[in-house]
């Protein structure tokens, strides 16, 4: 993930279902572009999501990433 400008921090979800969730929120506010999601279960598709954080209060959320744990 590339930084984004004036960034104070960001913020990330995972959800098994991006369209009724609910979403999780991971680290909820944390300033480094690397977050790690731990205790997800192997086989299972996970969405993801991250928005950033500043002083306006936060951006838009990412496009929906997906990955399957393995």
Known sequence: ???????????????LDPTSGPWTSINSV???????????????????RVRALGAKGPGGWSDVATMMVV
């Open 1 to 15: 993930m590339a930084a984004v400008a004036l960034a104070s921090g960001y913020e990330a979800h995972y959800t």
């Open 30 to 48: 944390t300033d480094s572009q690397k977050i790690l999601f731990t205790g997800l279960q192997r086989g299972k598709d996970y969405y993801f």
